[in-house]
């Protein structure tokens, strides 16, 4: 399983996973079409299905345009209101592409109808993969906008928490200087924080994206995966 980091918009991340074997891909979250196209074309790929985390259109301002330039196209998530939405999914239902396994884990709290994708491969020592959508980012989370702070608790912390601790967590925004930095003023004596911000700052100088990070990483300075920690 390859996949592919694309920032765009101001600070959005949209990614193509691809099934080195079949040549299939999967994008998940399609905010610039033509973008994907021309990295779908450098990788010789076929693009079948897109995942959308939620419906917020810097998210989803891509599938319309998508679906038209190829019929065909599958655009899943678990939110009817995702454009050009064909397939809609409930939590904890698997997907297959090829030797790519695809859990479904609804995530609300950044929306009602957040979905998370939880992502590994037959017979590969690579570590799983998180695409996180706006529910976990590196050192933080979204904003609870639809539901209560309560629900955003049980999709991080009794969800998302509970993966294995090397999965890799791809993200959907481009936020971690001012997570940590917010993680900072929570946990001062913090030093995986401390030095999380110096490797961020560093990445940041150098345009270079902070993702992915891991879940075992978020354990250690992540404050919304923290609460319950007797230092906070």
């Given at each position: ?19 080195e ?14 973008r ?24 989803t301002?891509?599938?319309a ?26 939590h904890g ?14 995530t609300?709290?950044h929306?009602?109808g957040?979905?998370?994708?939880f992502?590994w491969e037959?017979?590969?020592?690579d570590?799983p993969?998180l ?11 979204g904003?609870?906008?639809e ?8 999709s991080?912390a ?13 993200c ?38 902070t993702?992915?990070s891991t879940?075992?990483e978020e ?14």
């Amino acid at each position: 399983m390859k996949v592919k980091v694309i920032p765009v918009l101001e600070d959005n991340y949209m990614y193509l996973i691809i099934e080195e074997h079949t040549r299939e891909a999967v994008a998940v979250d399609v905010a610039v079409p033509k973008r994907l196209l021309e990295i779908t074309a450098r990788e010789e790929v076929s693009l079948t299905t897109v995942l959308t985390t939620h419906h917020h259109w810097d998210h989803t301002r891509g599938n319309a345009e998508l679906a038209h330039l190829r019929p065909g196209l599958e655009v899943m998530g678990a939110d009817e209101r995702i454009c050009a939405l064909t397939r809609r999914l409930s939590h904890g239902e698997e997907l297959r592409f090829g030797a790519i396994h695809v859990r479904c884990l609804l995530t609300p709290g950044h929306t009602t109808g957040h979905m998370s994708y939880f992502l590994w491969e037959d017979e590969c020592p690579d570590p799983p993969a998180l695409f996180s959508g706006d529910a976990l980012s590196v050192a933080g989370c979204g904003w609870h906008l639809e539901d209560t702070a309560q629900q955003m608790y049980q999709s991080l912390a009794k969800i998302l928490g509970t993966l294995p601790p090397q999965t890799k967590v791809f993200c959907g925004h481009e936020h971690t200087l001012s997570n940590l930095e917010f993680a900072q003023k929570v946990e001062p004596c913090n030093n995986h924080v401390q030095a999380k911000l110096s490797w961020a700052q560093k990445r940041d100088d150098d345009d270079i994206p902070t993702v992915p990070s891991t879940l075992g990483e978020e354990l250690l300075y992540n404050p919304f995966l923290r609460v319950t920690s007797h230092c906070l």
